[in-house]
């Protein structure tokens, strides 16, 4: 059962323009959340993360957002830049699942010069 | 600073032989250990993870297996491989209750052939 899920393969956003990820969860018991960046034949990169207490953390040109009611994760990138493509897993974890986070199929990001 | 090691980066095995990948982690005492993969086309799926020296706990059943022989060592095994246990394997590790979730290894691209 895959209790995140984001339901886009793949996005194309033109260079400078805002790129949205998008990531959706079905446990509400999850309570912190991350995004990881990944660059092919090599591992995901941490890149940001987000507590279920806040709805939004920045960090430079990167914006997670959570909206808890609709178990709906964004990751918004402006303004976007070509070395940002990559895939982009979020990932979520429970006070009761210890350290183990749950990770979503991915989103394959390509920002167009 | 912990380091993460991981090897080999590619592989090519046929059906039916063995397989040992091996991963390391430096500067660290008492990780936890995970094991990924991801399929074409699929996210990451957790495959074992193990919170101590010979504590291993399996997400899903499959011909492969885990080992923890020492603190810092986790091994993915198997004794035939199946075509579809191509992938690529990702390690990674994180220290017990951290928010920061894992730190992964380059991985190792599989090709069952």
């Known amino acids: 059962d895959q209790q995140v899920k984001q339901n886009s393969p793949s996005l194309s956003v033109q260079e400078g323009r805002i790129s949205i990820l998008n990531c959706d969860y079905t446990?509400?018991?999850?309570?912190?959340f991350l995004w990881y960046k990944k660059y092919p034949a090599e591992g995901p990169t941490f890149l940001i993360s987000?507590?279920?207490?806040?709805d939004k953390n920045e960090d430079g040109r990167f914006t997670v957002f959570l909206n808890k009611s609709a178990k709906h994760l964004s990751l918004h990138i402006v303004p976007s830049q070509p070395g940002d493509s990559a895939v982009y897993f979020c990932?979520?974890?429970?006070?009761?699942?210890?350290?183990?986070?749950?990770f979503g199929t991915g989103t394959s990001l390509t920002v167009i010069p | 600073s912990q380091t993460i090691h991981q090897w080999p980066a590619t592989l090519v095995q046929p059906v039916g032989s063995p397989l040992s990948l091996e991963c390391t982690v430096e500067?660290?005492?008492?990780?936890?250990l995970y094991w990924y993969r991801q399929a074409a086309g699929r996210g990451l799926q957790l495959l074992f993870y193990?919170?101590?020296?010979?504590?291993i706990s399996s997400e899903v059943p499959q011909n492969l297996s885990a080992s923890r022989p020492q603190d810092r060592q986790f091994i993915l095994s198997s004794k035939k491989l199946l075509l579809s246990d191509s992938g690529f394997y990702l390690c990674?590790?994180?220290?017990?209750?951290?928010?920061?979730?894992?730190?992964f290894g380059s991985g190792t691209r599989l090709t069952v052939v």
């Open positions: 990674a590790w994180s220290v017990r209750r951290d928010h920061y979730g894992y730190t």
């Open positions: 446990n509400s018991m999850f309570d912190y």
């Open positions: 987000i507590s279920s207490i806040k």
């Open positions: 990932a979520a974890k429970s006070f009761n699942t210890g350290n183990q986070f749950y």
């Open positions: 500067g660290t005492s008492n990780p936890n």
């Open positions: 193990s919170v101590g020296i010979g504590q």
